[in-house]
């Protein structure tokens, strides 16, 4: 085990989380003979799933990934209306609640993902196969079909169950170097027939349905996280992992599938997990940051004005509009989980300016979205709910901390990434932003390589947002440490 491995094991545990499955979960695991069925006499029959592998169905994802939660394709309809179809892998059809690898992911409620590598929240003969969504295999999943028309407007939705076939499985950064024209199709889009068109349709939903949110006060950040980079096995750098046309098509149509899917067990009555971003309290910091860049915000929070400030500063600065986006989400805060019981005012979402919001698209990564299929899943059977109101609550807590500790993890282990490459380079000066300012201390962040360290001496007067230059004057990559002074400091 690496020192990185042994450093991510031992934050885990700190923070009590699992980094390994339990003699109970891997005897379940290999005691599992397959996927469910996804044809024969179990699609279209009396229990309601339609067979739809037909489709053309695609998955969108990173290079490397083969736990994939979701799939989409789309119809064109009457007018200027599209049908777009988003599926979810059905790992409820795998995963039994109460058992030794549901209790495992209840436990952590999400994968972790470190510069030492990935700790599934699922095991991998599951995410990777059997769970996931993966080319040329028929799986169950959970459809959430919506009509959109071509304001973006979603004039309708459902929810079903249902069969489907992955016809290709395509990545990020070369579907959006061809959507953007600077590349010719990817090789698989160009291989099966159809799928060209397919995508541009889809990428024409997507952005109008952005465009929409946007005018409500969407928030369009731009904040890429570090990503590890190696060579020849060895930690070769972090680098920002960029966003682009790709990414913003999936984020797009999966924030209008969980919309679709808080509003099907809203209308069923059911009580259930909403994710949700209340009003950020460090709302004065944002405007007198926006102050600084000649700009004016309301005393009192608005998520109009702060979209329509961000999109003009991104038009007018592009350079430095990530180091803005950054010192924006610090402010913001936190997205929670939260008990929605029926009949109760939604809170909203006030990054995605949304009213209605759950997590339910990533099954394989996320404990909430498991338990979200399961409430779906009993509603299309018109059978009680699977969880009361006070587990449901406790789960929102729960899952909530335990993010909050695997994004302490991540960040931590990254630092330990960060401290090995900065080792030979104490003395050196960078420009950093600072990106947190509390009674804790100063934080600041640095772009190459992409981390965050604290400023020991000089911080004061400093607050999120403003830059300064600093000076590394220490590492320690057992802690994770990296400690800046002021540049000039004494």
């Given at each position: 085990?690496?020192?990185?491995?042994?450093?991510?094991?031992?934050?885990?545990?700190?923070?009590?989380?699992?980094?390994?499955?339990?003699?109970?979960?891997?005897?379940?695991?290999?005691?599992?003979?397959?996927?469910?069925?996804?044809?024969?006499?179990?699609?279209?029959?009396?229990?309601?799933?339609?067979?739809?592998?037909?489709?053309?169905?695609?998955?969108?994802?990173?290079?490397?990934?083969?736990?994939?939660?979701?799939?989409?394709?789309?119809?064109?309809?009457?007018?200027?209306?599209?049908?777009?179809?988003?599926?979810?892998?059905?790992?409820?059809?795998?995963?039994?609640?109460?058992?030794?690898?549901?209790?495992?992911?209840?436990?952590?409620?999400?994968?972790?993902?470190?510069?030492?590598?990935?700790?599934?929240?699922?095991?991998?003969?599951?995410?990777?196969?059997?769970?996931?969504?993966?080319?040329?295999?028929?799986?169950?999943?959970?459809?959430?079909?919506?009509?959109?028309?071509?304001?973006?407007?979603?004039?309708?939705?459902?929810?079903?169950?249902?069969?489907?076939?992955?016809?290709?499985?395509?990545?990020?950064?070369?579907?959006?170097?061809?959507?953007?024209?600077?590349?010719?199709?990817?090789?698989?889009?160009?291989?099966?027939?159809?799928?060209?068109?397919?995508?541009?349709?889809?990428?024409?939903v997507a952005q109008a349905m952005r465009g929409l949110r946007?005018?409500?006060?969407?928030?369009?950040?731009?904040?890429?996280?570090?990503?590890?980079?190696?060579?020849?096995?060895?930690?070769?750098?972090?680098?920002?992992?960029?966003?682009?046309?790709a990414k913003e098509l999936i984020e797009d149509l999966m924030v209008a599938a969980n919309g679709a899917t808080a509003r099907f067990l809203a209308q069923h009555g059911f009580s259930a997990l909403r994710r949700v971003l209340r009003s950020p309290e460090r709302w004065d910091r944002i405007v007198a940051l926006a102050g600084t860049l000649g700009e004016r915000l309301p005393q009192e929070p608005s998520g109009e004005a702060l979209a329509r400030f961000l999109t003009k500063r991104r038009r007018e600065d592009p350079a430095r509009f990530p180091d803005l986006s950054l010192a924006v989400v610090k402010l913001l805060g936190r997205g929670e989980y939260v008990l929605e019981s029926p009949g109760q005012t939604p809170e909203g979402h006030f990054g995605l300016a949304v009213t209605d919001y759950t997590h339910s698209t990533a099954p394989n990564r996320r404990y909430p979205d498991l338990l979200t299929q399961r409430l779906l899943k009993a509603a299309l059977s018109a059978e009680p709910s699977p969880y009361g109101n006070d587990e449901l609550a406790a789960l929102a807590l729960h899952c909530t901390a335990q993010e909050v500790n695997a994004a302490k993890v991540e960040r931590q282990v990254s630092k330990s990434a960060a401290a090995s490459l900065l080792g030979s380079r104490i003395g050196e000066v960078f420009n950093a932003l600072v990106t947190g300012a509390s009674a804790k201390g100063t934080w600041v962040r640095i772009l190459h390589p992409a981390t965050e360290g604290k400023l020991v001496r000089g911080f004061q007067g400093l607050d999120v947002g403003d830059r300064a230059r600093v000076q590394l004057v220490r590492t320690d990559v057992e802690r994770g440490f990296i400690d800046f002074a002021r540049s000039g400091a004494s």
């Open positions: 085990m690496s020192q990185l491995e042994s450093i991510a094991h031992r934050l885990m545990v700190e923070r009590g989380l699992l980094p390994d499955f339990s003699a109970a979960v891997l005897a379940e695991t290999a005691g599992i003979r397959g996927a469910p069925a996804a044809s024969g006499p179990y699609v279209n029959d009396l229990r309601g799933v339609r067979d739809l592998r037909e489709l053309l169905w695609a998955s969108i994802d990173n290079d490397t990934s083969r736990d994939l939660d979701q799939l989409s394709v789309a119809e064109a309809m009457s007018g200027r209306a599209v049908k777009v179809f988003v599926a979810i892998a059905d790992v409820d059809a795998v995963v039994k609640r109460r058992s030794a690898i549901d209790e495992h992911a209840r436990t952590n409620t999400t994968s972790v993902y470190t510069a030492a590598g990935i700790f599934p929240m699922l095991p991998e003969r599951l995410s990777t196969d059997l769970t996931s969504l993966g080319e040329a295999q028929e799986r169950l999943a959970i459809v959430i079909e919506m009509v959109v028309d071509a304001d973006g407007t979603m004039k309708g939705s459902d929810v079903y169950r249902a069969a489907v076939r992955n016809h290709a499985k395509l990545a990020y950064d070369s579907v959006a170097a061809w959507l953007d024209g600077a590349a010719p199709a990817p090789a698989r889009v160009a291989a099966v027939p159809g799928l060209e068109a397919q995508l541009r349709m889809q990428d024409r946007l005018q409500h006060g969407a928030l369009s950040l731009s904040t890429p996280e570090a990503e590890a980079t190696f060579d020849g096995g060895r930690l070769s750098d972090l680098r920002p992992n960029q966003p682009n046309r």
